[in-house]
């Protein structure tokens, strides 16, 4: 990893997880390390809910850095997937201001996950670095959390672990 340029991190996590104050202080001192300098930041992300959008307000909104996103589907249906109205608003917000947007390849009648896990996969190999906010345990499903960190390390992409508990989901 070199200082030239500005430093792409991706993001890879999980929805809900415990202690979000705590693991935002984490993710914090990660950012912090990594972008020492003000170094210039990108954040490429899926802009899933829970740690996808933690870790993109803290790089746009907390450094000023800019938003690259990858989605696994069109945006329209991709929302469905989001719990709530405030949600899927906070969703479009983060389109709106995002440098670049695009959209995975639809194979025929794929699987959502396999949708979700082609753009995690988009995602690692656009990033320098991949921040995972992660309970160290298996994916609960295909290209989950412990999928996408192992598809980074098998690409020598620099992995930074923010351990998380989750008592739901």
Do not use: C
């Amino acid at each position: 990893m070199t200082d030239a340029g500005p430093l792409r991190l991706g993001v890879t996590g999980h929805r809900q997880f415990d202690d979000v104050p705590t693991a935002t202080a984490m993710i914090d001192h990660v950012l912090d390390r990594l972008l020492a300098g003000e170094r210039e930041a990108i954040v490429v992300s899926n802009l899933a809910e829970g740690a996808d959008r933690l870790v993109t307000t803290l790089v746009v909104d907390g450094r000023g850095g800019h938003l690259e996103a990858v989605l696994p589907l069109p945006p329209d249906d991709y929302a469905s997937d989001f719990t709530s109205a405030e949600s899927r608003l906070e969703f479009e917000h983060w389109l709106e201001i995002a440098a670049a947007i695009e959209v995975v390849e639809q194979r025929g009648d794929d699987s959502r996950e396999a949708a979700y896990e082609r753009a995690g996969v988009v995602m690692v190999d656009r990033v320098d670095v991949l921040i995972a906010v992660w309970d160290g345990k298996p994916s609960r499903g295909r290209g989950g959390t412990a999928d996408i960190i192992r598809y980074a390390f098998d690409r020598d992409v620099v992995v930074e672990v923010v351990l998380v508990e989750r008592t739901t989901e």
